[in-house]
């Protein structure tokens, strides 16, 4: 590790210095202060970085998986030491209660102990079985290289961990990585800059705050572009890939159903259904946007979930948790929420609680409405807000047909005391991921993909291997098993005899039955030469 003069490892993580004139200031919803300002990253400097990240990519890519995850597991020691400190500047810039804002690097820490102790695994070459006796004359490699520089993009939701959850399994596969945090958030990024510089890590990751502009320069100039954030945004992102011919992920926008039925246990999927729609003021890509209850059980469970919610406490936190719910992330989130309300209201759903902005700040009351249909905003367009819209429903069959009537599909719940029903409505719903009478369970299994279907994404992070090979491409190399001749029976000048023995040998290998064997059909393949 290299050292300042101060003692102070230098820094290794690059932060772009802009024209003075040109930064975004950071402010706490929770309180409208301004907590920090950033750079506006300009284009050209987005193009600087990522030269400078191709430079140092090589030797990152050289070292091998074994020797990062040293690097990765200094970092995760770097934030499991710094998490109060990670966690004041995550806060100061959500305005979220402590409890939320000590999850972001203690859920982060634990992605990097997956990927930083499996990579090398992941990663090592495959020798695959050849699919044909006939292939059994060559030695079969797959090997996986990395995209020299991967694009991550990222929300305002989980400041710390959306970067994280990205940025590692790239690292680990051997990119160079440039993250282009949010605009709104990007004070958590720079945190995480600072612990990859201060362990002394080599300088292959590089923190480009900015807004869209910023963005999409990235996007102009990575070789591969990870996203998360909403769906036009992301629309815009794969079209501008599809120009460039580049690779993309995108984790887009949800409407997550729940489905509670009759034979659940109610008080759990009342307490469940009210931290999915509530946890982080339903800022979550994955919380529970809509629910839909079979009738028996309908008057029981919003009793239940009423009771919940307004049991919730909202507020502002110092360093003493003492709150569930914060605030929301701006002015133009507490706008949505809103009026998805009125226009439901207007339309004839009731609030049971909540249904208005509450203190200073960006605070909106978490909310229940019941008498919603499908022609609302508030349950067919993403709200991203402490709204839950129930529905009651006369079975299973429309709970379903309702659950998957969406333009998203990433996440759902289902509530049932039967398992093979669990696992029966699970495989009918258009999900990305469905968890059986609980809610974030996939979130927290990095051995699962995690992807939306829909107009929720393309493709998907984690899954175990593909979390890290996504970040390669992927290289077929074939060697002979046996001595080689001069030239083999298939090569110019054709001989025609020759050749319809490497064909039937094809087809004997491929085919079924008797077509197998069937020489006449073979001899026909002569044509005039017969
Ligand atoms: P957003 O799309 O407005 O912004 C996301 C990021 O994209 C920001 O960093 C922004 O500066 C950048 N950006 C904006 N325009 C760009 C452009 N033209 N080119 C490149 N980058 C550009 O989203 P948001 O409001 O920050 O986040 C909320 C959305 O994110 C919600 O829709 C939510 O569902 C989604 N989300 C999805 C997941 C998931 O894993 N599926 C997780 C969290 C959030």
Not at 223 to 239: K, V
Not at 438 to 445: G, Q, S, Y
Not at 478 to 488: F, G, I, K, N, Y
């Amino acid at each position: 590790m290299t050292k300042t003069e101060s003692g102070q490892p230098e820094s290794t993580a690059k932060t772009v210095d802009p024209p003075a004139d040109s930064e975004i200031r950071v402010l706490n919803p929770a309180t409208g202060e301004v907590v920090g300002s950033v750079p506006d990253t300009t284009a050209e400097q987005v193009v600087a970085a990522i030269a400078e990240l191709r430079e140092h990519q090589r030797a990152w890519q050289a070292i091998g998986a074994d020797e990062r995850k040293e690097w990765l597991l200094e970092l995760q020691d770097w934030i499991i030491d710094n998490t109060e400190v990670l966690a004041d500047v995550l806060q100061s810039e959500t305005g979220k209660p402590r409890v939320d804002s000590l999850i972001d690097p203690i859920f982060g820490s634990d992605l990097i102990g997956y990927y930083a102790r499996r990579a090398a695994k992941f990663l090592a070459d495959e020798h695959p079985a050849p699919h044909s006796p006939l292939a059994r004359v060559k030695r079969l490699t797959t090997v996986f290289e990395p995209y020299p520089v991967v694009g991550v993009i990222t929300p305002w939701n989980f400041p710390l961990a959306m970067p994280l959850l990205d940025v590692i399994p790239a690292l680990a596969a051997g990119a160079a990585v440039i993250l282009k945090p949010s605009e709104v958030t990007p004070l958590s990024a720079l945190e995480l800059a600072r612990g990859w510089a201060e362990i002394g890590a080599p300088p292959v990751l590089s923190v480009v705050t900015g807004a869209g502009a910023t963005g999409a320069a990235v996007v102009e100039h990575a070789d591969y572009i990870q996203f998360t954030g909403s769906t036009a945004t992301g629309r815009r992102i794969a079209a501008a890939c599809a120009t460039r011919m580049v690779p993309y992920s995108l984790e887009l926008g949800g409407k997550d159903p729940a489905i509670v039925l009759a034979d659940a246990d109610l008080d759990r999927a009342a307490h469940g259904i009210a931290f999915g729609g509530m946890f982080n003021s339903g800022q979550v890509c994955i919380s529970v946007e809509r629910v839909y209850v079979e009738a028996p059980v309908y008057d029981e469970f919003v009793a239940k979930l009423t009771a919940n919610v307004k049991a919730l406490r909202q507020g502002r936190d110092d360093r003493t948790p003492r709150n569930d719910v914060g605030a929301m992330a701006n002015e133009s989130q507490v706008g949505i929420v809103a009026r998805h309300i009125d226009e439901a209201v207007a339309a004839g759903a009731k609030v049971l609680t909540g249904g208005k902005r509450t203190g200073v700040g960006t605070f909106f009351e978490p909310t229940v409405l019941v008498d919603v249909d499908h022609s609302m905003s508030c349950i067919s367009e993403e709200t991203f807000g402490p709204t839950l819209p129930v529905m009651k429903v006369a079975d299973e069959a429309e709970a379903i047909r309702l659950a998957n009537d969406s333009v998203y599909g990433l996440s759902a719940t289902v509530w049932t005391g039967d398992k093979a029903r669990g696992e029966r409505v699970a495989r009918a719903l258009n999900a990305g991921a469905v968890n059986i009478n609980d809610v974030f369970a996939n979130l927290f299994n990095f051995a699962l993909p995690m992807g939306g279907w829909g107009d929720s994404g393309v493709g998907a992070r984690w899954g175990g291997p593909n979390g890290v090979r996504k970040y390669c491409r992927a290289k077929a190399i074939t060697a002979p098993m046996l001595p080689t001749q001069e030239r083999e029976l298939t090569w110019m000048p054709y001989d025609l005899n020759k050749i319809l023995i490497g064909l039937g040998a094809m087809r004997a290998a491929g085919a079924r039955g008797m077509r197998r064997i069937d020489i006449g059909a073979l001899l026909r393949l002569k044509g005039d030469n017969r």
